[in-house]
């Protein structure tokens, strides 16, 4: 088991910034590849970011390419989302995911990760 819990979320104006951590327990965290899902009320969880176990591959939805900055830090145990240049439309839980992966598999759909975090609450103003 791998336990993921998720802190940095808050109330941030548009154009701020927030760093979100997902800190992982219970496993070695650096077979696993992570990754940061969202959901919006009413709508589908979706995919923001992922990033495999070495940390040389990250990938990125559209909506937030060149704005949001996966990283890992496998001494602490850690995986980071920067967050930057924030809309009122990233307003939303965000959730870590972790698989187990060394073969650089690193997926970009819920069904790929194994592991959840319970979420934290992102929410930005106009």
């Known amino acids: 088991q791998v336990q993921l819990v998720e802190s940095g979320g808050g109330l941030v104006q548009a154009g701020g910034s927030l760093r979100l951590s997902c800190a992982a327990s219970?496993?070695?965290?650096?077979?696993?590849?992570m990754g940061w899902f969202r959901q919006a009320p009413g709508k589908d969880r979706e995919f923001v970011a992922a990033i495999s176990w070495s940390g040389r591959t990250t990938y990125y939805a559209d909506s937030v390419k060149g704005r949001f900055t996966i990283s890992r830090d496998n001494a602490k145990n850690t995986v980071y989302l920067q967050m930057n240049s924030l809309k009122p439309e990233d307003t939303a839980v965000y959730y870590c995911?972790?698989?187990?992966?060394?073969?650089?598999?690193?997926?970009?759909?819920?069904?790929?990760?194994?592991?959840w975090g319970q979420g934290t609450q992102v929410t930005v103003s106009s």
């Open positions: 995911a972790a698989v187990y992966s060394r073969n650089n598999y690193t997926p970009r759909t819920g069904p790929g990760y194994d592991y």
């Open positions: 219970g496993r070695t965290f650096i077979n696993y590849a």
